[in-house]
């Protein structure tokens, strides 16, 4: 079997600097702790050749010229743990989370390793099929994780230990083949191993400093020394170790954070970043051939200087924004518009200190069109159009009519578009044999006045011209919401006219919906069948 690891380097300044892709070039250092007892746990090289060492306070890291300092981003570091995981499960389903495995750096002054969740394992196992050899593999792995915005180790070996340590030890791809684990292994450093600091301490006075050593030891005396432990250790070095992988299941949110140093206030500079995390989220639902169906956004927002704390506390410390798609939308250009033109309508109160996004999953939608049809537009641009006419008509006057559970006349409200035809009315349209009636509802309806004979309709006089009544067929009774300020009363006829004079007036021969409004004795002509 082989096995593949993916090992994240200064993780805690890749996660920062995966937000800023302007400062991967720079020096960074990410500090953690409380004021003032800051100290540096993860710098990058160009820190480190500038005189940043771990374990720095950030009195000592601030007498570094040229290093950028930044705290620790839980969320931005849980973002880009979930975008590695994305990474393996997009090639394989067998992926194994190191989330609890200790990082080679450890502070000068602490004797616990700082962890991150900055490694993770996978099976590989007859992926040549697909990939190609071992070294194709890494090499698409190290490309994907890129497209992620993260730089990584891949190691690829014949146990999950090795391979691990392989990533973590050495920089860039390594293929380790089978039965050469303990020389390609032997110059890394015994603190790569998973040790506790009185074994390291241990290691260390008997002058134990790599692999290589460790694994050279006798075993009988090793074991009489530091027991089943030095034992396990001795294995993990001489690349001899056999376990099963533990596979997790893949997640099924997917959600990128910032903390913003600087408050941001107007939208400009808010679409900005709103850009990155889109694509960034983006890139993992198409390493997962996924397509976002819902976006929601939330950004925690600051509170004004001028304002009393009395304002303070009556503002929103929260903005919430949701948004639906009726189809799944890939584009991260598209979703920046469509949240551009939402704050826009709905701007937040206060500064913006930290945004988070979280996207709905959904298979992307595949439209094949005809050889000889021209193309059309894009199903996904739908959604931008009708954002753009909300913008301009309102957004309770744009979308799908949806009748209401009531018998109350031209009850319906406004929902979200969606192609998608129900189930219901699928099978409607397959039973219906003939052809279907409409009525064309006028909006509003239009005054009349109707002579009666006999107690029915003889003559409707409507915009003026007078039309007789063929036909006619009612009256049907319809009342209700006696209970609320909007009740109503009236009676319903549904009545064939023919004008009066020949060519008079806009309905030469109609079917008309006409009804009277019992609590006001007034007729209405409310709409005309086909």
Known sequence: MLFACIHVPDFPVQAFVRGAPELRD??????????????????????????????????????????????RSIAQEDAAHAALLDCAHGFSPRVEDSRDAACCASAVNSKKPVRFADTVVLDVSGLDRLFGPPVKITRALASRAAELGLVVNVAIAGNPDAAMHAARGFAGISIIPHGSEARHLGALPVALLEASPEILETLERWGIRDFQALAALPEVALSQRLGQAGLRLQQLAQGRSRRNLVPDEPAVQFEEAIELEDVVELLEPLAFVLNRLLEQLCARLKARALAVNELRLMMELSAHEEQSPEEQARNQRSHHRSLRFPVPIEDSRNLLKLLQLDLAAHPPGAPVKKITITAEPAPPRFAQAGLFLPRGPEPERLELTLARIRSIAGETRVGSAELLDTHAPGAFRMVSFTPHRSSWDSRARRSSSGPRTAMRIFRPPLPARVQMKNGMPERVILRGVAHRVTAAAGPWRNSGGWWTEKAWTREEWDVETEPAAAGAGDFSSSLLRMYRDLSSAKWFAEGTFD
Do not use: F, W
Not at 32 to 57: C, F, H, Q, W, Y
């Open 26 to 71: 720079q020096a960074v250092a990410v500090l953690e702790g409380t004021p003032p007892l800051l100290t540096v746990i993860a710098a990058n090289a160009r820190a480190r050749e500038a005189g940043i060492d771990l374990g720095m306070t950030k009195l000592q890291a601030e007498a570094c010229s040229g290093v950028l300092l930044r705290r």
